[in-house]
């Protein structure tokens, strides 16, 4: 993979081109940030900036005003190749707190290893109601410790609004949920987003989370995409380079409550 390629093309198609990511939102270009706006409910942030040393102070400035002007708390998503160098440091005095890094994987679908094999008695379901997400839900709460009711939200609204867009996925041992990841995917793109995924502590290391990776990239390979993207933890990254991903970047979440 010619990984500065790849990455460039990434920026252009999911963040500097970026589509809203829920009904309701809209995407905006001021001068060298593209941000997002959610509707009622939903993330707000900024998803590419193009700045340099003599602007970027300014250009944070401006995104605080604009956000608190909307009543609204946001993260700017910070990646590692973003100018200027120091710009995280500028966000930290700005007022923003770091999150913990993750790292930008992404694989070509044609060079990754794909096996979905379950454990006995375990078998994979769409969520494509309010009661399939409630399963998700239940997961994420139980592996991650948060709230669940954005995800909730989410999901629900993206099923009813664009269902073909997104895929949510749920492994059942009998009736109990024990893993859950989604699928996002851009009409047209290149690259479909893997996010969520999570299995319960009991039931790791019996390859629950590979086989959802290869589950969501058959969907997204059928769907016409090339890449799979994953903004992965600590934990993850070795399953992900094992199956074939390659890491690009790093990637911050820098949060402004107000």
Known sequence: MDHAAVLARYDLEMRQNARPDAPGARI??????????????????????????????????????????????FEWKLYGHDGPEDLGERLIAAGFRAEDPETLMVGAIADLTLEERLPDGVRLVRAAD?????????????????????????????????????????ALAADEP?????????????????????????????????????????????????HVQVDASAMSRPVLERLGLHALTTTTPYLYER
């Open 178 to 226: 024990v893993a859950s990841a989604r699928l996002e995917l851009v009409p047209g793109g290149d690259f479909a987003g893997l996010w969520g995924g999570g299995t319960v502590a009991e039931w790791r290391g019996r390859g629950l989370y590979r086989a959802l990776v290869a589950h969501r990239t058959r969907v997204a390979a059928a769907h016409g995409c090339r």
């Open 130 to 170: 309010a009661a399939g997400v409630d399963l998700v839900v239940t997961v994420h709460e139980r592996v991650f410790g948060t709230d669940g009711t954005a995800l909730r939200d989410h999901l629900l609204a993206r099923l009813a609004a664009d269902p073909g867009t997104v895929l949510a996925v749920v």
């Open 28 to 73: 905006e270009r001021a001068g060298a940030v593209v941000r997002q706006v959610a509707g009622e409910r939903g993330w707000n942030g900024v998803v590419w900036s193009g700045l340099d040393a003599a602007g970027a102070d300014r250009a944070i400035a401006e995104q605080i005003a604009y956000f608190t002007d909307l009543g609204r708390d």
